[in-house]
C-alpha cells in the first residue's frame, strides 16, 4: 500500500519560513505535489513536479515557495519562504501518476494523499 506521512507546519508570523516534508512509502510515482485547502473553498494545486522532471507553481506562490525530492529518501519538501496570511490552509502532499496531477482547478485527482498539516500565518 501507498503511504505518505507529512511533518512541518505550525505557526508563523507574515514574512517567515516554514518547511514541510512528506515521506512516501513505497517510492513509486513520478508525479508528486502540494495542495492545500481552506474551509469553504476548493483545493488548490500549490506545486507538481512534471512528467519531463521540471516543477510547476501556482502563481499565487511561484517565487516563494521551493519544491525539492530527495528520491533516496523518498521525501518530497516544500519550502515557504515570504510566508503571507492568505497561505494559511491545511497542506496535503500527493502522488500519483502524472496523468492525475495538475495545478489547475482543485488541482487534478491524485489517488495517494498524506493527512495533512496545518500552516497558519499571522499578520
Not at 9 to 18: E, F, N, R
Not at 29 to 48: I, L, M, N, S, T
Not at 66 to 77: P, Y
Not at 92 to 119: E, F, H, K, N
Amino acid at each position: 500500500q501507498v503511504q505518505l506521512m507529512q511533518s512541518g507546519g505550525g505557526s508563523v508570523q507574515a514574512g517567515g519560513s516554514l518547511t514541510l516534508s512528506c515521506k512516501t512509502s513505497p517510492y513509486r510515482y513520478r508525479c508528486v505535489g502540494w495542495f492545500r485547502q481552506v474551509p469553504g473553498k476548493d483545493r488548490e494545486g500549490v506545486a507538481v513536479t512534471t512528467r519531463d522532471g521540471g516543477k510547476r507553481y501556482a502563481d499565487s506562490v511561484k517565487g516563494r515557495f521551493i519544491v525539492s525530492q530527495d528520491n533516496i529518501k523518498a521525501t518530497l519538501s516544500l519550502q515557504m519562504n515570504s510566508l503571507k496570511p492568505e497561505d494559511t490552509a491545511t497542506y496535503y502532499c500527493a502522488a500519483d501518476i502524472c496523468d492525475r496531477m495538475d495545478l489547475t482547478g482543485s488541482g487534478g485527482d491524485p489517488r495517494y494523499w498524506g493527512q495533512g498539516t496545518q500552516v497558519t500565518v499571522s499578520s
